[in-house]
């Protein structure tokens, strides 16, 4: 049972565009991570959120977790071709054992 | 921060045949994971990787076939046993350091 639902799944857009990854639970979790993936690399991490309502910028990209702890989306301002890769949110339920959600392909062209 | 390597990282193995996967971190440990990953999709935890006892393994994964050695705290293995077209798969070993978790790079595993 797949406990985090992304969308969506493929996203295909040219530079300079914004765009929103969503990633959907009915959990709740004590935290959620953001990852990219490259190809032939494991997953790296992006950024963490704790606290419901959090918001954390990091660059072009901006994370926010849902207030009730079950949600979170990832937006990117002016994507670069840079931007391309495997998206992963991935939630804890108090020990470090992750669950991954579903992925987000993103892949920007110039 | 940990760095991960991963032996090998790609294999071409023939049905009914197994395959040991290796995992070396560059720091001591406590908790190490392995993960499957099919072409295209998310991270599938395995198993966690226990250091002195038998891996805990979730829903869906058997010891006899993922066997997982943890001899000590910077080292451990996969072992995929009687592999199958279905376990054609990148497998990828992760830790947790306490603050952040690191993944490695993976091991792709064709299976034909």
């Known amino acids: 049972t797949q406990l985090l639902e992304q969308s969506p799944q493929f996203l295909s857009i040219q530079e300079g565009e914004n765009l929103t990854v969503y990633c959907n639970s009915s959990?709740?979790?004590?935290?959620l991570q953001w990852y990219r993936q490259e190809p032939g690399e494991g997953p790296v991490l992006l950024v963490t959120?704790?606290?419901?309502?959090e918001v954390k910028k990091l660059k072009r990209l901006t994370f926010q977790f849902g207030d009730a702890r079950k949600d979170s989306s990832l937006h990117i301002t002016a994507a670069q071709p840079g931007d391309t890769g495997l998206y992963l949110c991935?939630?804890?339920?108090?020990?470090?054992?992750?669950?991954f959600g579903t992925g987000t392909r993103l892949q920007v062209t110039l | 921060s940990a760095v991960i390597s991963q032996k090998p990282s790609r294999d071409i193995c023939q049905r009914g045949t197994s395959l040991t996967i290796q995992c070396q971190v560059d720091?001591?440990?406590?908790?190490m994971f392995w993960y499957r990953q099919q072409p295209g999709q998310s991270l599938t935890l395995i198993a966690t990787?226990?250091?002195?006892?038998?891996?805990?393994?979730e829903s869906g994964f058997v010891i006899d076939k993922f066997p997982i050695s943890r001899p000590n705290l910077t080292f451990s293995t996969l072992t995929v046993s009687n592999m199958s077209p279905e376990d054609s798969s990148i497998y990828l070993c992760?830790?947790?350091?306490?603050?952040?978790?690191?993944f490695g790079p993976g091991t792709r595993l064709t299976v034909t």
């Open positions: 720091s001591q440990v406590t908790m």
């Open positions: 990787a226990n250091q002195g006892s038998e891996a805990t393994y």
């Open positions: 992760s830790v947790w350091t306490g603050n952040e978790q690191y």
């Open positions: 959120v704790v606290t419901g309502g």
């Open positions: 959990s709740v979790f004590s935290s």
């Open positions: 991935a939630g804890t339920r108090g020990a470090s054992k992750l669950t």
